[in-house]
Every structure is written in C-alpha cells, then in structure tokens.
C-alpha cells in the first residue's frame, strides 16, 4: 500500500511542480525567445527533470509513512489530485 | 538530425501516442466497471504507460530540431500554433507522470479498493490530459504542414 501512496503522491507532485515552474517563469519573466533559440537552453528539459527529482523526493518520504496511516490517505487522495490536476492543466492552457 | 528523420520521428511519435491512450481507455473503463484486479487491467495500464512514456522519449529527443529548425517559422507564421504547442508539452508531461503513477499504483496496491480508487483516479486524469495533448498535437500539426 505504501508502494500505491508513493507512486500517486509523487505523480502530483510531478505535475505540481511542473505547472508552479511553469508559472513562476512566466510570472518572473522567462528569457526571450529570441535569446533561447539562440542558446542550449531548454526550459521544457528542465522543468520535467526538476518536477522528476521533486516527484522522486515525495516518493521517498511516502515510503516513512505509518502503515495504519496509507489507507485514509489514499481515501482522500483521488479529490485532492483531481483538484491539482485539474487547475494545474488549465492554469497550463492559460500560460502556454 | 536530417528533415527526413525528424518527419519519421514525429509521425512515430504522434501515432504511438494515439496507441497509447486508445491503450489506457480499457483500465480507465475496466476499474470502474469490473470488481477486482484481472491482469488483463494491469497489462492494460502498463502498456498504456510505457506507450506515453515512449513517444515522450521520442519527443524530448527531437525537441532541440523543433526549436531549431521548426519553430521559429511557425512562430512568424503560425503564432497562436506555436503556443498551443507548448500547451501541448504541458499536458503530455502531466499525462506521462499520470499514466506511470497510475500504472505504479495499481502494480503495488491493486488487490485494495482504496489503492485501485487512486490508480483509476491518475489513469483517467492522465488520460484527459493526454487526449487534450492529442487534441492540440493535430491542431499544430494541421497549423505546421506546409500545405500545397
């Protein structure tokens, strides 16, 4: 049951992080096109791979969580994670 | 990476992501429908995600070729395209982690109602945001083609 809490956690966690990174930059002002065409510079390439590394993190941690405490979370998580997907696709339609 | 290549490669990319979704439709629909866990449901979810996580891989690997060489013209001629097209990397990387999460969860905690409850809830957000990739992904692909 740990292995299931993990592996749902750190996918939300993935598309958490890649939506809040996605904003930021946008928020922050990411560099201009003009500029990160002209560079190795992949923004997409390291957006996924820190969401994996922060996905991977949550995984981990999943894994200390009491046994007798998997089960109410995974009961509460299908809501949770269909509200952080959820706004995290629109907010992703909304900043391309 | 040649034009010849990069055409091949996208098309590969494009039509295994279909295979894909059209992969994960059953566990999406068999979890719901049908108690317990047949290893049919878990082949299903498996499959469907490593078909996602495949063209992903393939797309990463032609993405620098797209920046290069592809996207600045669609950005002239084709703006609105080019922005849907970085929807669609959005919705295809949520959708890959999805996919594999759910595909995870079910290998790990399929025989408990709570744990297929969350692997179903993944699979089908995954696939919602895989479809939405598709959608889009055609919309681009219809925006990019050189025409007659």
Redesign the interface.
């Given at each position: 049951?740990?292995?299931?809490?993990?592996?749902?956690v750190?996918?939300?966690v993935?598309?958490l992080s890649?939506?809040v990174q996605?904003l930021w930059s946008a928020a922050s002002g990411e560099v201009p096109?003009e500029q990160?065409?002209a560079t190795?510079h992949?923004p997409?390439?390291w957006?996924?791979s820190l969401?994996a590394a922060h996905?991977l993190l949550a995984a981990v941690l999943c894994r200390l969580v009491r046994e007798s405490a998997v089960?109410p979370v995974?009961?509460k998580?299908?809501a949770v994670?269909?509200v952080v997907?959820?706004a995290?696709?629109l907010a992703?339609?909304w900043v391309? | 990476m040649s034009g010849t290549l990069f055409a091949l490669l996208e098309r590969v990319h494009g039509h295994l992501a279909l295979l894909g979704l059209a992969v994960l439709l059953h566990p999406v629909i068999t979890l719901r429908t049908r108690r317990g866990l047949s290893w049919r449901m878990q082949l299903s979810a498996d499959l469907g995600a490593l078909l996602l996580l495949v063209p992903f891989a393939l797309g990463?690997w032609i993405?620098?070729t797209y920046?290069?060489d592809v996207?600045?013209s669609l950005?002239v001629e084709h703006h609105d395209a080019a922005?849907?097209f970085?929807?669609k990397?959005?919705?295809a990387?949520?959708a890959v982690?999805?996919a594999?999460?759910?595909a995870?969860?079910?290998?790990?905690?399929?025989k408990?109602p709570?744990?297929r409850?969350?692997?179903?809830?993944?699979l089908l957000?995954?696939w919602?945001?895989g479809a939405?990739a598709g959608v889009i992904g055609l919309q681009v692909a219809a925006a990019a083609h050189p025409g007659f």
């Open positions: 049951m740990r292995g299931a809490l993990a592996s749902a750190a996918a939300g993935f598309v890649y939506a996605r096109y990160v065409i190795e992949i997409f390439f957006r996924c969401a996905a089960e995974l009961r998580l299908p994670l269909a997907v959820g995290s696709a992703m339609v391309p | 990463a993405y620098p920046r290069r996207k600045p950005w922005l849907l970085e929807t990397e959005h919705l990387a949520m982690a999805l594999v999460g759910g995870l969860a079910l290998r790990s905690g399929g408990q709570a744990a409850q969350v692997a179903w809830t993944l957000l995954g919602l945001c939405g």
